[in-house]
């Protein structure tokens, strides 16, 4: 089962508008959301996160948003750049049974393509 | 300072054959973490070590994959006998601590024919 759901493939924004990424998850028991971005070729570098006891964190030109409720996160990338030209994925975690164990579970991604 | 390296790159074998990875994480972290990544999805947490041994290996196909990460530092992801679906890009990641940040290295292709 996919807990943690991208259901954009990908997504086409102008440069200088902002990009709005889009996550969904299922388990109500995560507690930590990431979103990492990947260039081809490399591994993925983390971008932002969010804990489950805030709504909103925000980093420069990037801010997460998060709906508990709905069991939303979004990123938007304020104003966008071609260097954000990159594949996106959403990750959560939680406190797992495993003593000392951490586990990140993935969405699929959204590659994300800004025009000049 | 220096991220997380991976060997090969790249790696192409046909079914049945064996294949290994190598990682060597960044220097003084503690978890080290094998993902496997298939077309289309994300990554997928294979087995996390704390120092030398297995904190979590639940999603790891015992009967043909292993992995050892002896001393503490650089860790070996085997596969035997590779499977068609086993292509993947398989991704080491790594650590301070359990719960910090996780960095990447750059990952292995493995193509099974």
């Known amino acids: 089962d996919q807990q943690v759901k991208q259901n954009s493939p990908s997504l086409s924004v102008q440069e200088g508008r902002i990009s709005i990424l889009n996550c969904d998850y299922t388990?109500?028991?995560?507690?930590?959301f990431l979103w990492y971005k990947k260039y081809p070729a490399e591994g993925p570098t983390f971008l932002i996160s969010?804990?489950?006891?805030?709504d909103k964190n925000e980093d420069g030109r990037f801010t997460v948003f998060l709906n508990k409720s709905a069991k939303h996160l979004s990123l938007h990338i304020v104003p966008s750049q071609p260097g954000d030209s990159a594949v996106y994925f959403c990750?959560?975690?939680?406190?797992?049974?495993?003593?000392?164990?951490?586990?990140?579970?993935f969405g699929q991604g959204t590659r994300l393509t800004i025009n000049p | 300072e220096a991220g997380v390296a991976q060997s090969p790159r790249y790696k192409i074998i046909e079914k049945r054959q064996s294949v290994a990875f190598w990682c060597n994480p960044i220097?003084?972290?503690?978890?080290l973490y094998w993902y496997q990544q298939i077309l289309g999805q994300g990554p997928k947490l294979l087995i996390q070590?704390?120092?030398?041994?297995?904190?979590?290996d639940s999603q790891l196909p015992k009967d043909r994959f292993s992995a050892e990460r002896l001393k503490g530092v650089d860790s070996t992801l085997k596969i035997q006998p590779a499977k068609l679906e086993d292509s993947a890009v398989y991704l080491c990641?790594?650590?301070?601590?359990?719960?910090?940040?996780?960095?990447f290295g750059p990952g292995t292709r493995l193509t099974v024919l």
């Open positions: 990641a790594s650590s301070l601590e359990v719960g910090s940040e996780q960095f």
């Open positions: 388990n109500s028991m995560f507690d930590y």
């Open positions: 969010i804990s489950s006891i805030k």
């Open positions: 990750a959560a975690s939680e406190d797992s049974p495993i003593q000392g164990a951490q586990k990140l579970v």
């Open positions: 220097s003084g972290h503690a978890t």
């Open positions: 070590f704390q120092n030398n041994g297995v904190v979590d």
